[in-house]
């Protein structure tokens, strides 16, 4: 890789920022495409947002990616939101148009397309979200967007009813409703159910054995998504396919938020595969390197 006087830099603003894939993904792609861009990680710390974020306009930087702690709090740095953006509060893409800076995000964007490579069409489908953190609140975003009943069930109950609330005002309310994690009622939503997502950290890296919920409640004609992504097949993917559930890693929605955010920045179709590949990679020299 040249990098020159007329080499476009891109980049992910994050604190921490060092365990980050993107730079790992969006290198990979741009040497598949031999076009003329860098990603580069910056350690951002949250004091140093907004001076960061001048420093797109200053150094010409051509677009950037935030993630944790900044999503929220960039916004107000910024020109323009998009609709999404604003309704979620969340900003994971910046595109510097001329010094003016526009922000969206490709997570739930990312999720809904990743879904819909594995699966086909996803639109208006039953979903079980488990979880009400921000990844759950972009994938319920994103998916009311495409017609599908949510259904949220939360730890914290109340902030499983604050998520519904908060898409009943913009949606069409009654679509979406708040159930209890434990008991009965989650298993009776779970027999209507053709989607379920798990947006919680359960069965992530180290507590790789945890599963969100019981694995007796799984059926073989269930769709699951599992946003986690260390491991790669989680214990929850490995008890849906074990019952004959078509089941999808955390990996996907990474891909495919990045794969977006490069077509928003070059123009260009992302090279999905390529960018997958890379990331496996790293996973899986981070892995062998815990063994
Ligand atoms: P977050 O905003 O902190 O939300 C965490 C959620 O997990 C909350 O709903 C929380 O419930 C729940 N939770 C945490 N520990 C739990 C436990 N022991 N039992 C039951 N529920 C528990 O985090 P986030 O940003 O949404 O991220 C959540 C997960 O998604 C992480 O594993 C993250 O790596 C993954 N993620 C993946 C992608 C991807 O591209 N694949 C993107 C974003 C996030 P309470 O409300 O009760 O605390």
Redesign the pocket.
């Known amino acids: 890789m040249n990098v020159l006087g007329h080499t476009k830099v891109l980049g992910v603003y994050g604190h921490p920022i060092a365990h980050s894939l993107s730079p790992v993904m969006h290198n990979a792609a741009i040497r598949a495409l031999n076009i003329d861009y860098i990603y580069v990680p910056f350690h951002v710390l949250p004091e140093n947002l907004p001076r960061a974020v001048d420093g797109i306009r200053a150094l010409g930087i051509a677009g950037i990616n935030v993630t944790i702690p900044h999503k929220e709090r960039v916004i107000e740095y910024l020109d323009e939101v998009s609709e999404y953006s604003k309704q979620i509060r969340s900003v994971n893409t910046i595109v510097n148009m001329d010094g003016r800076l526009k922000g969206d995000t490709t ?1 739930g964007p ?1 999720f809904v397309r990743s879904a819909e490579a594995a699966w086909g069409k996803i639109d208006g489908c039953r979903t079980l979200i488990l ?6 609140k972009a994938v319920a975003f994103a998916l009311a967007r495409i017609g599908c009943e949510i259904v949220i069930a ?3 109950h109340e ?1 499983a009813v604050e998520l519904v609330e908060s898409l009943g005002k913009v949606y069409e309310a009654g679509t979406f409703r708040a159930v209890e ?1 434990g008991g009965q009622a989650l298993r009776e939503e779970i027999g209507k159910t053709d989607l379920l997502v798990n ?4 069965g ?1 890296y180290p507590d790789a054995d945890s599963i ?1 919920i019981p694995p007796d409640l799984l059926r073989g004609n269930l769709m699951v998504y599992d ?3 260390n491991p790669g097949r989680t214990r929850l993917v490995m008890e849906a396919e074990k019952r004959g559930a078509r089941a999808v890693s ?2 996907k ?2 891909i495919y ?1 990045g794969a977006l955010s490069f077509e928003m920045w070059t123009g260009m179709e992302a090279p999905v595969d390529v960018m997958e590949e890379a990331a496996l990679q790293v996973l899986g020299d981070i892995s062998s390197s815990k063994a």
């Open positions: 997570d990312g979880g009400a953190g921000g990844s759950a939360n730890r914290t902030r994690l947006t919680t950290s359960v992530m969100p946003l986690v992504y955390g990996l929605m990474l938020q």
